[in-house]
Every structure is written in structure tokens, then in C-alpha cells.
């Protein structure tokens, strides 16, 4: 990515930190993190509205105040368990496909998205061929649903 020279020391020193399980609050992530720098902000994001009104997203954003103690901190804690789930952490400004191939949520992509993944496009973009994969997997898992469970509403 070429910034034109620019760079925004903010991103070097902010970390994404997801699949964070609904009991870890806001406390128990800056206790989790401290050891590894002074942390100067952290932004734990909330659902503002809908059914899920006021519970935890399940991802946060951490500041330190240096780069180097964000590479720690990621280098320490992605993948560690907390409540029994593998954290991901990254630095803020890395695109989710730099880091997919350590990350095991890409077996959970449809198939149409994993092809579009592996081949580098990050348009996000998607052919009419694709769409139809994808509509078609989304239909087949439905009507799979369905069968285990017959008792269950079509919406």
C-alpha cells in the first residue's frame, strides 16, 4: 500500500483485537494487554441498537504508545485462548487478508468467497457467477437446516 510518503503513526500503534468472548469486559482487555506497554486507549465497540442493544460486539481496538509494544502484544497474544476462544489480534491498519492464513475463520467463508480470497482480489467485487455460488450454498445450508430441524419458521 502506498501512502505517498505518509504515515499515520496512530495505525502503528493500534491493534485490533476479535473473537472476543461476550464475558471478557473491558477491564480484563487492558488487564490482558498491559504487560506488554502503556496502553493509552481502548475502544471496545457495542452494539447500539437492535436486539443485541447494549451487549459487546466482540472486537475492540487497543492504543499503545509505541509500535514496538503493539508488535509485542500481537506477537504475544494472537491465538492465546481467553474464555476459550483463539484471539485475533492485528495491528489495526493490516487488511484481514494479510493475516487469513493464520486465521482459522477462513474455513467458515463460502466457497465463492474463499476462491475470490485465495486469488487476491480485494475489490470486493464479486462476479454474477460467484453471486450465484453463493446463493446457492446459502440455500442448500438452509434447506439442510430445514431437514435437521422441520419444526423450525421459514422466515
Not at 1 to 10: A, L, N, Q, R, S
Not at 69 to 89: F, Q, S, T, Y
Not at 106 to 129: I, Y
Amino acid at each position: 500500500m502506498d501512502t505517498g510518503g505518509f504515515v499515520d503513526e496512530k495505525c502503528e500503534n493500534r491493534l485490533y483485537v476479535g473473537n472476543l468472548d461476550l464475558r471478557i469486559n473491558e477491564a480484563a482487555l487492558i488487564k490482558m494487554f498491559s504487560p506488554y506497554g502503556k496502553i493509552i486507549s481502548e475502544d471496545f465497540l457495542w452494539h447500539t441498537r437492535g436486539p443485541k442493544k447494549g451487549e459487546p460486539r466482540g472486537y475492540a481496538f487497543i492504543q499503545f504508545s509505541r509500535k514496538e509494544e503493539a508488535e509485542l502484544a500481537k506477537e504475544k497474544m494472537h491465538g492465546r485462548l481467553a474464555c476459550g476462544r483463539p484471539l485475533v489480534v492485528r495491528l489495526a491498519s493490516e487488511k484481514h487478508l494479510e493475516d487469513i492464513s493464520h486465521d482459522h475463520s477462513k474455513r467458515s467463508l463460502p466457497e465463492a468467497n474463499r476462491t475470490r480470497f485465495v486469488n487476491g482480489s480485494s475489490s470486493g467485487q464479486m462476479s454474477r457467477g460467484e453471486k450465484v455460488a453463493a446463493i446457492k450454498n446459502k440455500l442448500k445450508s438452509l434447506d439442510e437446516d430445514e431437514k435437521r430441524d422441520p419444526k423450525k419458521q421459514k422466515r
